[in-house]
C-alpha cells in the first residue's frame, strides 16, 4: 500500500536552494553515526527528519535511513521512507535513487507492473555512476518480466558498460549471449537499430544474419551484415562476419559444376507421400558380415527407418516390406542375391551392394531378372555397366568441384597447395581438385605426395613452402628459425580424419599459417577435433550428411534415428534412408512393376533427401550435391 501513496501524493514541501550549516553538521553526524553503528544511525536519520522535513538534505537523508533498513532486513520500513522521499521531495536530487530503490523493493514482491510505473520517470543523468548501473540491472530486468526483448537487450548492454568488475562483466557477457540467442529475427533487427553502434549491435546484426539466410530471407542477411560490417568488431566477429558473406555470397551463386543447389534452395517437400506409406517389397543387399560389416548395418538401419518396419508403432505399420540379404563382401554372393530377389516377384527393386566389385557383378543379374538396382558406389562408370543399375553414391568429382566453388567463389581463395597419399584415391583427389580449381580460375601452385602409411609428414610439407628467409651469417647470433614462404592460401589434403588430423599438427610445427584447409566426406569423423584441436579451426569439407544442418528435414531424421536406434545417424545411414525412402516413393506414386520403379528412379529432379539434393538422368547416372562443413570454435558446423 505504500507504494501506491505515489499515485495521489500530496503537494510537495517548498524547498530552500541549499542547506543551512546547521542542518549540515546534523545530517554529516548522523552519517558518521550510521557508519559505526546502523542502529544509532538509523536513530539519529529519523530524528534529523523530524528537525528537518523541509530542509534540502531530507531526501538525502531518506534514502539513507531507507537502506539502513533494508540491510536491518525491515523491507517494509525501507518502503515506507522511500514513499515518503517521493511525497515530499518528487523533484529533489534524491528522487531518482529513490524511484529505483522502491521499484527494486516493488519488483521483488513479484509486482513488475507497479514497478514499471514507478521505475519509468527515473531521470538517469541525475543519478550518481553506481547508481546508474543498479537502474540498468533493474530495467533489464523489468524489461525481461514485460516480454520487451530489445529493451532487455539494450538495458544490459548499458549496464555492460557502466560495470568495471571483470567477473561481472563476464557473467553479463553470458546474459547478453543468451538474450541475443533468444530473440527472433524480427527482435533483432530492432535491437540493433536501437543499440546503433553500442556494443553488443555487431553481435546483434550477425546473429541477425545468421538466422536470415537460414530462413532464406536474403533481403535481411544482406541489410543485417552490412550494418556489421560498420561496427567495430572483435576476431571472432570478424571471422563470423566473413563466414556469414561467404554464405551469402554461396547462396547467390550456388554452383559447383554439374551439382544439384544446395538442400536450403529446394523445398524439403518431395510433395509426395512418404515411402513409410507405400505397400511393396524393396530388396537390400549388403555385405552384413566382413570388413564393412558396421557400414553396412548403417545402411540397413536407414532404410528399414524409412520403410517404416523398425521403431514405429506395429499398430501403424505400413504395407512396405524390406527383405535383406547379405553378400559377405563377395561379388558372386551379391550377383545370386540379387538373382533371388529379383525371381521372387514381389521385389520391385534392389537398394545396394556398396564396393564396385560387388556392384559389376550384382548389376548383371540385375539386367537378366529385371530388376532395378539402387547402387551405392561412389563409381562415376557404375550405371553404365548395366541398363538396369542406377548409381546413388556420392562420387569424387561432386565433391571436388563443390570444395573449389566453394573456395574460390565464395572465400576469394585462388592459389592452393594439394598434399595427397601416393594412392589411386590420392591421386584421384588430386586430379580431380586441380581440374576444379582452375576451371575457376585459380591456380594449384604446389603439389606434394606421401606414402598412404606414412606417419611423419615434414618432408612431404617442406616440399610444399618455399626456401626460408637466410640465418645471419654470424652463428654466434641466436634467433629463431626464420618462418617457411607460403606461397598458398588453401590447402587440400584427400585423405581420412586419421592422417588429416597428424599433418594439421606438423603444419602448425613447420609454422605453416594463414592457410585454409579443406578436404573431402573423410574428414568427417569426430576425433579429428579431438586429436588436432586448434590445429583444423577454421578448415571445411564436404560430407554425404551434415547433421548440423538447419533443415527441418535433417532434424526430424536425425530425431527418429536416435528414437529408434539409440544412436546418432551416420552419413551411411542418411545414405541408405535416402536409397530406400527413394524407391518407396515411387510405388507410394503408384509404380506397379520393376520397369516403373526404373523409370521414376531415373526421372528424379531435385529430391531432397537427408543425404543431400539428388537429380538421376536418363542413364541411371546420380548427380548428389555434398553438404559443406566447417570447423568453427572448435565444433563442426554446417555451412549452409
Not at 514541501?13 to 546502523?38: H, K, M, N, Q
Not at 515518503?84 to 521531495?89: A, E, F, G, I, N
Request: hydrophobic fraction near 45%.
Amino acid at each position: 500500500m505504500a507504494a501506491a501513496l505515489l499515485v495521489s501524493c500530496a503537494v510537495p514541501r517548498p524547498r530552500v536552494l541549499g542547506p543551512s550549516d546547521a542542518e549540515r553538521r546534523a545530517y554529516d553526524g548522523a552519517i558518521a553515526t550510521a557508519r559505526r553503528d546502523a542502529s544509532q544511525g538509523r536513530t539519529r536519520l529519523a530524528a534529523f527528519l523530524e528537525q528537518y522535513a523541509d530542509g534540502s538534505l531530507a531526501d538525502d537523508a531518506g534514502v539513507a535511513l531507507a537502506r539502513l533498513e533494508l540491510r536491518a532486513n525491515r523491507p517494509q520500513e525501507a518502503e515506507r521512507w522511500l514513499v515518503r522521499v517521493l511525497r515530499d521531495h518528487p523533484k529533489g536530487d534524491r528522487a531518482d535513487t529513490a524511484r529505483v530503490e522502491l521499484a527494486k523493493l516493488v519488483a521483488a514482491r513479484g509486482d513488475g507492473e507497479r514497478a514499471w510505473r514507478i521505475a519509468r520517470d527515473v531521470r538517469l543523468s541525475l543519478l550518481r555512476d553506481d547508481e546508474r548501473a543498479d537502474a540498468y540491472r533493474l530495467f533489464a530486468d523489468l524489461a525481461k518480466q514485460r516480454g520487451d526483448a530489445a529493451a532487455r537487450l539494450d538495458w544490459l548492454a548499458r549496464l555492460r558498460s557502466a560495470t568495471r568488475s571483470p567477473d561481472a562483466v563476464v557473467a553479463i557477457d553470458r546474459e547478453i549471449a543468451d538474450a541475443i540467442a533468444a530473440l527472433p529475427l524480427d527482435a533483432l533487427t530492432s535491437a540493433g537499430a536501437r543499440l546503433g553502434r553500442r556494443a553488443p549491435a555487431a553481435s546483434v546484426w550477425l546473429r541477425a544474419a545468421d538466422l536470415a539466410l537460414r530462413g532464406g530471407d536474403r533481403d535481411t542477411a544482406v541489410r543485417a551484415l552490412a550494418e556489421a560490417e560498420k561496427l567495430s568488431l572483435g576476431d571472432a566477429e570478424a571471422q563470423q562476419l566473413a563466414r556469414l558473406q561467404a554464405q551469402l555470397a554461396m547462396r547467390t551463386q550456388p554452383a559447383g559444376g554439374d551439382a544439384p543447389p544446395p538442400l536450403s534452395y529446394v523445398a524439403t517437400d518431395p510433395g509426395v507421400a512418404p515411402a513409410s506409406q507405400a505397400s511393396g517389397a524393396i530388396g537390400v543387399v549388403l555385405p552384413l558380415s566382413g570388413p564393412l560389416a558396421k557400414v553396412s548395418e548403417d545402411v540397413l538401419r536407414g532404410a528399414l527407418l524409412a520403410s517404416g518396419v523398425f521403431g514405429a508403432d506395429p499398430a501403424s505399420a505400413s504395407g512396405l516390406r524390406v527383405v535383406v540379404r547379405d553378400t559377405g563382401g563377395k561379388p558372386d554372393r551379391a550377383a545370386a542375391a540379387v538373382r533371388e530377389l529379383g525371381q521372387r516377384g514381389d521385389v520391385l527393386a534392389v537398394v545396394g551392394p556398396l564396393t564396385k566389385e560387388e556392384v559389376d557383378a550384382a548389376g548383371g543379374a540385375a539386367q537378366e531378372v529385371g530388376v532395378p538396382l539402387l547402387a551405392l558406389t561412389r563409381h562415376e562408370n557404375a550405371a553404365r555397366e548395366s541398363a538396369e543399375v542406377v548409381r546413388f553414391g556420392l562420387t569424387r568429382r561432386m565433391e571436388a568441384e563443390v570444395l573449389a566453388d566453394h573456395a574460390v567463389r565464395a572465400l576469394g581463395l585462388l592459389r592452393f597447395a594439394i598434399l595427397y597419399p601416393k594412392d589411386e584415391y590420392g591421386r584421384e583427389f588430386e586430379s580431380l581438385l586441380w581440374q576444379a580449381v582452375e576451371a575457376r580460375g585459380a591456380r594449384v601452385v604446389a603439389v606434394s605426395g606421401y606414402a598412404p602409411n606414412a606417419t611423419d609428414f615434414t618432408k612431404p610439407i617442406a616440399r610444399l613452402l618455399g626456401p626460408q628467409a637466410e640465418r645471419p651469417a654470424d652463428p654466434s647470433i641466436a634467433t629463431p628459425p626464420p618462418p617457411p614462404l607460403v606461397d598458398f592460401d588453401a590447402l587440400f589434403i584427400p585423405d581420412a580424419h586419421d592422417k588429416v588430423a597428424p599433418i594439421a599438427l606438423q603444419l602448425v610445427a613447420s609454422q605453416v599459417s594463414g592457410v585454409r584447409l579443406l578436404g573431402p566426406s573423410g574428414w568427417h569423423h569426430p576425433d579429428l577435433l579431438r586429436i588436432a584441436g586448434t590445429a583444423v579451426d577454421g578448415a571445411f569439407f564436404t560430407s554425404g550428411f551434415d547433421p548440423t544442418h538447419p533443415s527441418s528435414l535433417i532434424r526430424e531424421f536425425v530425431d527418429q534415428y536416435q528414437a529408434a536406434y539409440g544412436a546418432a545417424p551416420s552419413p551411411f545411414a542418411a545414405q541408405g534412408f535416402d536409397a530406400a525412402n527413394l524407391v518407396g516413393v515411387q510405388l507410394a506414386r503408384g509404380a506397379q512393376t520393376a520397369g516403373d520403379v526404373r523409370s521414376g528412379l531415373v526421372a528424379t529432379q531435385l529430391y531432397p533427401g537427408v543425404s543431400g539434393v539428388t537429380t538421376i538422368d536418363a542413364t541411371g547416372d546420380a548427380r548428389k550435391r555434398p553438404f559443406l562443413i566447417e570447423i568453427r570454435a572448435g565444433q563442426m558446423a554446417s555451412l549452409e
